[in-house]
């Protein structure tokens, strides 16, 4: 409001976390964005009736806007003088976010609008048609009856008094707060420092007649890897196996355990499990549950999911040069079920987990089984906290609900969707979650891995990962795995060495603590140029910051070095302060 002209901010949980600033001298026209949380598989804006233009979804050609995973956002008004944090408590499941840009052009648009909407009915399409083709199209209206609870934290001062300072790491440190004191997070979690190597062990390609198992990665070839890597001084390693089944990663039934046996068969995965032990290493076998394919299981009408049209939501790879492009979408129930089976068959290899994809962030209904957004939630719930007795459970950027049955968060974002109403990128996640489980960063084979990703991974508290392959291999281009174009271990094993010898030291620093204080220092003449963070990480415990478990690290982004209280930050590096 120009009228103020007090800083401030909006948050949002895009990715990581954003800032919206406000700005008198951002004209924003009144542009609305809105902020799904958990997403919707079956459209995009609130706006939109649903499968508005069809019962196909198509894989974007662009780079996805990243994932809302919790269901929170706050205001802050003033420098650390007010401001609140204020979350789902109840009915997340239909919980999204509405930001509206100031307009100097509208007086009733001259002020930055957030707003939460809880959405209580959809509109949807739904045809039919006779033997002629002709088709009838018509639009009925879904009513959601659900409980709404919406809790707002109020935040004041620099946080002497309570910790909780009247910023987005307040804001942060007070949800963490209720998550913990709700048991919400899964306690007591053993925290390990180390790197995630992934491997892809199998897929298939298109053969003359059918499709054939392209091998990447045998057992025996993983065992050599850990072998060499734990002479090198990696002292601990976890791995998810993608496509350990016969047929690989596109078309390995989820709900069965049939090892691949190209890559060594049950007993080749039974010696690489014995051999990670010896090590103190850790195996995970990797699955989608959310997406399925009639490749994988010809029946597959009665394990997909329908819309509220009562048609099977179809998603569409954008790559056609991928043998499997048409995916549905699991039924929840079934989904739990194939999990809890392969829980029951890996576990019997020792002290293994699983990692989950597609349901870990894809919230799906099948109203052809009257099964609504909040069913869908509670049989994920229960079927991950059941085999989180059998295995020890991780996945990839998983939503809020999930949580309190994973020990292992995968693929954190480091940046927000960069909107153009977005000025800043912050740790909000990674304050949240800090010091409770173990977090891992997106694979360093693609652009992630040079100092400044290095830098990025201390500041935000995350494990290194990679993904590999035993070798270069050419035939995986011609795979669903064809994404991961460079992953042949000799060409990455010295860079593993580098990010691991670099990045783990400042780690071990602060394993068990969280971001309790953020500066960010202005380097030269030019304000806008950021360059140095100055991270306070300390045990956050019962609502409380452990001052005397603090630990300092100066963070320099820029390609010079910078003096600090006295002390000389080098060129892109960290250090202990």
């Known amino acids: 409001n120009p009228k103020t002209d007090l800083p401030g901010y909006v948050f949002i949980p895009d990715g990581s976390g954003a800032l919206i600033r406000y700005d008198t001298n951002r004209e924003m026209d009144n542009k609305e964005i809105y902020f ?64 509206r840009g100031r307009s100097d052009k509208q007086s009733r648009f001259a002020y930055t609008q957030t707003k939460p909407r809880f959405e209580m009915n959809r509109t949807y399409k739904y045809n039919f048609g006779s033997s002629t083709g002709t088709i009838l199209y018509l639009e009925g209206d879904e009513v959601y009856n659900y409980d ?37 997070i899964l306690p007591n979690i053993e925290l390990k ?50 496509g350990w089944q016969n047929k690989g990663v596109a078309m390995a039934h989820p709900g069965k355990a049939n090892y691949s046996s190209g890559a060594g068969g049950r007993s080749g995965f039974a010696s690489l499990v014995e051999k990670a032990a010896q090590y103190g290493y850790d195996v995970s076998f990797q699955q989608d549950y959310g997406l399925i394919n009639s490749d994988q299981m010809p029946n597959i009408g009665g394990y997909a999911v329908k819309a509220l049209s009562r048609d099977y939501g179809t998603y569409i790879l954008n790559d056609s040069n991928k043998p499997v492009l048409w995916w549905h979408y699991a039924n929840p129930n079934m ?39 909040e069913d869908s939630r509670k049989i994920i719930e229960n079927g991950t906290r059941k085999a989180s007795t059998m295995v020890e459970l991780g996945a990839d950027s998983p939503n809020a609900y999930l949580w309190q049955n994973l020990t292992n968060f995968y693929d954190l974002p480091v940046y927000n969707s960069q909107y153009i109403a977005e000025t800043d990128s912050v740790p909000f996640l990674e304050i949240v979650l800090g010091g409770l489980v173990n977090m891992y960063a997106s694979y360093s084979n693609f652009s992630f891995f040079d100092r400044t990703a290095q830098l990025k991974m201390i500041e935000y508290h995350l494990n290194p990962s990679f993904i590999l392959t035993e070798e270069a291999l050419e035939d995986l281009m011609y795979t669903n795995s064809r994404d991961y174009y460079s992953t042949g271990y000799e060409k990455y094993k010295e860079t593993i060495i580098e990010v691991c010898e670099y990045v783990l030291p400042f780690l071990e620093q602060i394993q068990g603590k969280t971001i309790v204080d953020r500066e960010v220092v202005a380097i030269g003449t030019d304000n806008d140029n950021i360059g140095l963070y100055v991270n306070t990480y300390a045990p956050f415990v019962d609502g ?5 478990e603090k630990v300092v690290i100066a963070i320099n982004y820029a390609d010079y070095a910078v003096t600090y209280n006295g002390q000389t930050i080098d060129p892109l590096s960290a250090k202990i302060i």
């Not at 409380?544 to 005397?548: G, L, P, R, S």
């Open 335 to 373: 989904a739990m079920t194939w999990l809890n089976n392969q829980a029951k068959e890996v576990s019997k290899l020792g002290n293994v987990g699983i990692t989950i994809n597609g349901v870990s962030n894809i919230l799906a209904p099948d109203y052809g089984q009257g099964i609504n957004y």
């Open 193 to 242: 420092n180390g790197v995630k190597l992934d491997f892809i062990v199998s897929d298939v390609k298109r053969a003359i007649i059918g499709y054939s198992d392209v091998i990447g990665t045998t057992t025996e070839g993983i065992e050599n890897i850990y072998d060499e890597l734990h002479q090198s001084g990696i002292e601990y390693i976890t791995s998810s196996l993608l």
């Open 544 to 548: 409380k910051i452990v001052e005397e």
């Open 36 to 99: 799904d949380v958990y997403g919707d598989p079956y459209r995009e804006g609130y706006t939109e009736a649903e499968f508005a233009s069809g019962n196909i979804v198509y894989e974007h050609s662009y780079v996805e806007t990243k994932k809302i995973m919790m269901p929170v956002w706050g205001v802050s008004y003033g420098n650390e003088q007010d401001a609140f944090v204020a979350y789902a408590t109840s009915g997340s499941e239909y919980f999204g976010l509405v930001f």
């Open 148 to 184: 709404m609870g919406l809790r707002y934290d109020i935040l004041y001062g620099d946080g002497t008094m309570d910790s909780l300072p009247a910023n987005y790491i307040g804001m942060a440190l007070s949800y963490r707060n209720y998550l913990v004191n709700n048991q919400l």
